[in-house]
């Protein structure tokens, strides 16, 4: 190859023009930092003060899992509720409150990591609250401030392709900055918002929509059907639709608050969706977690 050819190379965008979109688009929305007047009356509160979290099994729940989950439950003398669901209790709320269509959706999630996606849409939907992934665990800062209005309340996330690395929220959070390898994108965890929130209804129907698409035929992927790539994507059409930039809080320092626990004895075997997207999920052949 020659030298232009490795220069047009280097230069190339690694996204497709709609992902770099939503990318500049959450980009702009995390870097930003002068507000206008905050008019709360349109978000009006407050957040139900409720803790939800999802395991497929709770007979099979990894010890290390189990820490991280009570870890939350010091808010509990705070005024906070906790719920916990498996996927049978799921798959119940859901097929009660939303009707067949939701739950057959629910059913055609593969992998434990989409139920717990959809799951959480759709009880943040019909309920309101705080879902929280599993094995995320609680450093015991203040968290009653995210509850008092109804924005929705998500942790940005920032991934650099060169390097195949996140990016630290330090760095990627400070106006301006930016490479042409870096995406930018929302976590599905935390999920803090009323119930009726637009982009969590539309998260819903665009996560229902994909696995309908893609019934009889090949898995769908995890991230862009239910995960992160399917919330950033909704947040980006009900933003351009109209909707208020106000709708959404950015968690620019969520770490303080909750991390993602490494390493966890489940992540190194089907459980974790990483090792098991786009193929099909079996638990019968997993040991017993000590």
Known sequence: MNAAKVGQAFEADPLAPGERARSNFVRDIVQRREHPPLDLTMWPGPTPKRIVQFWDDLQRLPDDVKACMDS??????????LEVFDRISASTFIRSRLGERYEEAFKACYHPSMMSDYFRYAYVLVEGGFYIDADDVYHGTPIEHLFVDGRLKLQPFCYDITTAQMVAPSIFTEPGVNQPGWIF??????????????????????????????RGSELPEVQATTGPGNLTRSVFEIINEGCSLEAVMVAHDWERTSTSQWPLSYRNDSRNWRLSNQQAYSAHHLSEDR
């Open 72 to 81: 939350w439950k010091q808010l509990e003398e705070k005024g906070f509720e």
């Open 185 to 214: 994108y929302f976590n599905t965890t935390p999920l803090i918002a009323p119930r009726n929130h637009p982009v969590v209804e539309r998260a819903l129907l665009n996560a229902t929509a994909s696995l309908e698409a893609h």
